[in-house]
């Protein structure tokens, strides 16, 4: 027990984890209170409870769009130390991985200026900024999955041939990467489905999307990246 709580506190200091508890809450509240809300009907006490969960999912979604007003320079500052990415060995993963970088970049001024139209700090209408923040979003979620596909093509080959040599612990390695590009796979794909369903009427499922749904939708994203920082701590600690 206390082993578990010294993790969750460990993970609560740094913003990096912080943020990723406060999504996991956030989309597990709205999978909550969107299922109780279907239950009007039968129970009240389930309907004001499911309002309640969808209020609080909505408070701390704005508390992490308020929190993301400061993410720009350490963005920008990534997308510097990458630059065109010449260390790459893979041309096709490194200009994805370049679109990727660009499509972040902008996508937190679209944020903070349809946040700031919202909050009446500027006068400007807020629609069309959140349209834009969604579809780079979007974007950045769909070239994320490109690059996966390609990275583990790339480490199938790889596989292959370290078959055919007999290394065993590269094999080990390789296949450790290929379980985390299918977990970025299987996050972004669900993320990409959310982003789908805020865009405008009429384009794919948009609007379709029960609460229930969304919050499933990112409740599974929002764990397997709790899963995948888990992972890359524990690399971290295991290599210090």
Request: some cysteine; charged content about 20%.
């Amino acid at each position: 027990m206390q082993q578990s709580v010294e993790a969750l506190v460990k993970v609560l200091e740094s913003y990096r984890g912080r943020d990723k508890v406060i999504r996991t809450v956030c989309y597990g509240s709205q999978l909550v209170g969107g299922v109780l809300s279907r239950k009007a009907e039968a129970d009240v006490s389930s309907q004001q409870l499911g309002k309640r969960l969808l209020l609080f999912s909505a408070q701390l979604s704005q508390c992490r769009t308020v929190l993301r007003l400061f993410d720009d320079l350490s963005m920008l500052a990534y997308s510097h130390s990458y630059g065109t990415g010449t260390e790459e060995e893979d041309a096709c993963v490194r200009w994805i991985s370049v679109l990727t970088n660009v499509a972040d970049q902008l996508y937190y001024p679209c944020e903070h200026i349809a946040w700031a139209a919202d909050a009446e700090l500027i006068k400007a209408k807020s629609d069309k900024w959140w349209l834009f923040s969604t579809v780079l979003w979007g974007s950045s979620l769909l070239l994320g999955i490109l690059r996966s596909l390609r990275v583990l093509l790339l480490l199938k080959k790889k596989l292959k041939g370290n078959e055919r040599d007999g290394g065993g612990t590269s094999r080990s390695q390789l296949r450790g990467q290929m379980q985390g590009e299918v977990l970025s796979i299987l996050s972004s794909m669900a993320d990409l489905s959310n982003a789908i369903h805020w865009m405008p009427p009429g384009f794919l499922w948009a609007g379709r999307f029960p609460n229930w749904l969304v919050g499933l939708m990112g409740t599974i994203s929002s764990v397997i990246g709790l899963i995948q920082m888990s992972a890359g701590d524990s690399e971290q600690t295991g290599s210090a």
